[in-house]
């Protein structure tokens, strides 16, 4: 059993609560034997088929305390200690593809979704032993535990023989399992944080009586907020704060409290936690610091915080964050210290860093970007970004998101979260770290080009996320996305009276992606009637410095009726000679009007300019570098979601058992740089081609190797470790004889500095285009394959695109086609097209060799050759090293203290 099955891992119930998942011990037999006595004889009868005796209830019990092993599983279910539920499985033999099991829960428990969880770690465990599917027996009336199995994946079967309904579900993951588990948790994570962004009452503990402090100035904040419910200031040495009753202790608080606000000293959190568990507190914020931000102790006493909240049932924010934002007009809460207030609006915003919340939420209210709701992570002891995530999926308030993110805690069920997210509603995210101090070196060119911040690149492109770089940009798109239509494509039309701006407008459009394409005549001839004194009828459109306000409002109808732009952006330059207030004013009904299109205005010389403008809050910029960036991230994300997602590829002649063997046994050797015969077995058991070759280690078995294969070959230095070959002379080309082999042979030596060096003989193979193909495994995100313009181009213009595994069938187009050197693919300059479909083929391969064996550390191919005939690999390197425990991508757990 794994380590996570053996410490345990908390998870949502259906209803928000947190239950505590873990293997069953011998120290469970009292708490199992009083499961099964407090049953009802109905449960019993449903459970067992009958009414069980005592003997056959202990005879279980010792069952499901058993020491785990490949024929058996079992795992308990805990709510605040207690044993609410178990499972297990059985099978025959250690060999055996499938095992019988079985679950029970607590009556008052049942409902809550605990034997789903239950089914759901069984499942996993039970796949690392490779079960592939759990099967049991399920009389007809016991339609809780049908509705488990179904609810599990949509790859359950169940029929009726004899009175009992046979159930299998198989325990293998695939899309609808995915989507069936992140579904039970969107569901469950809004439950948990209802209590926190919707609280029905709030305690803040540490509200002192002075202005000026933390407490005191949140507990004002959500008086001068507005929350709709009670507010309770707890502080024993005070009567009244704030024009409320002041309470000693939350104990002593006349009614429920959901939400608690922690204000106290770091060394009083502990026991303010506490009190609010055994006060029936299901959320908390922890404004107080001196925890895992300051070191070893600092980081113990945070998982201790963690770990009695999850004993109380109590969500987390924090410790050391700033606080909490909902505007929603029937909650009202302002549970934060940052001095500015946030001005209702549609943009669900998560900061991990307090000083950029603050300087956000100044910087929405001046701007007027609407806030729906906003969360400072702080040190995200317990709840992270992910958690909201699935939290804002259903939130209606909610219609865009940002992030600001200088961690991941789980990069695998946030791609999969935000993917699910982006679908329905934008997210925009700045990520720190994109510096090159953060870039690694590696003993591959895969490993070399991924840095850190690659992954995070390919994670967001994969997921839709829109990433910019800095909090201005945020804002900006962010107010763009909440209130207007997405383009329909990337067809931009600028009109102004700024011919200058006009132009800066454009070329920054263009730079961005988007076209600026001329008018039609038709469309010519109605801005001739319409702006009559306009210095060119083109694109951009420059209506003249003197441009009334009708003339204006005119051009834009014209413009918007037209069909020919997705989005328009409008120039407004104040001037002694025209009425920026009424050029404004007469627009706004016409951009009302044209609502689907997507609309952006920009005013310049005026400090006194709207924020935005009409019924649809068309947003209005300073410059035109904003408007026009923001334009371009709303058209690359309209973009992605109109693209298909894709599917998971169905790949043949894959022996992923085998290559596996292949693999373990590399390892129990040490692992490390593999010689190339082990790396063509490996990737032959995936239907990667790789060039034939014989291996030599002299001038006379190199010459014999020639001579069997025929001319003309290549010969080149064997040393896995060994990246730039080419640079130092260990490679030679095109050898057509055995004295031009033996002389080759000779520099090789040379060039290594071994007297009798092992080479690889291979025959000369020809390709139109040369490519790097490989995999590099990352920790964090898991791995990356690698796709790029290869052979002695690859370092020199760095020519190449990632993708994170789980891969599409639509990623390797994708990959091939944001080359810049993609013309060399598709036939340029008259020369016939290559084998995209081979090229595509193999990047799949890669991709699933990396999803079944992450213990590839790094692998490079390069360079690949590509013909009009096919592709295949010319050289290979390949590190093996163990990979540590994956994430199960099914599972739904929490943040683990650490």
Known sequence: MTSMALTGCDALAADGGIVHIRATTRDDVAALARLYADASPESLRLRFFATPSRSVIASEVERLVRAPGPEHGAMVAQVAGDVVGVASYERATED????????FVAGPHRGRGIGTLLLEHLAAHARQHGIVELTGEVLPGNFRMLRV??????????????????????????????LAADARDRAAERAALRPLLAPRSVAVVGAGRRPGGIGHETLRALVEGGFTGPIYPVNPGADAIAGLRAWPSLAQVPAPVDLVVVAVPGDAVREVLVEAGRAGARAAVILSSGFGESGTGGRAAQAELVRIARAHGIRLVGPNCLGIVNTAPDVRLNACFAPTASPPGGLG????????????????????CGISTFVSLGNKADISGNDLLAYWYDDPATRAVALYLESFGNPRKFARLVRAL?????????????????????????????????????LFAQAGVVRVDNLGELLDTARLLTEQPLPAGDRLAIVGNAGGVNVLAADAAEAAGLRVPAPSQQLRERLARAAAGAAALD?????????????????????????????????????????????????TPVLDRHEALTATVVVIGTSD????????????????????????????????RRSPLGARPTLSDVDSVGARAVVHAALAGGGGWQPYPRIADILGRYGIPVLASVEAASAGAAVEAASTMGYPVVLKAADPALVHKSDIGAVHIGLDEPAAVRSAYRAIAAAVGKPDPRVLVQPQAVGQVELVAGIVHDPLFGSLVMLGLGGVYTDLLGDRAFRLVPMTDLDAGRMWRSLRAA????????????????????????????????????????????????AVAVDAKLRLAPAGIEPDATLRGLRQPE
């Open 96 to 103: 055996d593809l499938r095992a019988e099991f079985a679950v």
């Open 539 to 587: 694109n951009p459109l420059d209506l003249g410095a003197g441009a009334t306000p009708a003339a204006f409002a005119a051009t834009v109808e014209a413009v918007a009726a037209s069909g020919e732009a997705d989005a328009v952006l409008l120039v407004v330059a104040a001037t002694r000679a025209n009425d920026v207030p009424a050029v404004l004013a007469q627009v």
């Open 422 to 458: 982006g679908r329905r509603k934008p997210v925009l995210a700045v990520k720190s770290g994109r510096s090159a101090a953060g870039q690694r070196a590696g003993a591959s060119h895969t490993a070399a080009a991924a840095a850190p911040d690659v992954a995070v690149d390919a």
């Open 149 to 178: 199995a179904k609810d599990l994946t949509g790859r359950t079967r169940t029929r009726l023989m004899d009175g009992v309904v046979d159930v299998d579900v198989a325990t293998t993951t695939d899309e609808t399992a995915l």
């Open 349 to 368: 915003v998560a900061s991990q860093s307090g000083a950029v919340g603050i300087a956000l939420l100044a910087q929405a209210a001046r701007t007027g």
């Open 823 to 870: 013309p060399l693919l598709t036939g340029y300059r008259g020369a016939p097209p290559a084998d995209t479909a081979a090229v595509e083929d193999l990047v799949l391969r890669l991709g699933r060799l990396a999803e079944d064996l992450p213990e590839i550390a790094e692998l490079d191919l390069n360079p690949v050759m590509v013909g009009s005939d096919g």
């Open 609 to 640: 300019s709207p924020a935005a403008l009409g019924v649809r809050r068309v947003p209005v910029y300073d410059l035109p570098e904003r408007a026009v960036r923001a334009l371009a991230h709303a058209a690359g994300y309209a973009r992605w």
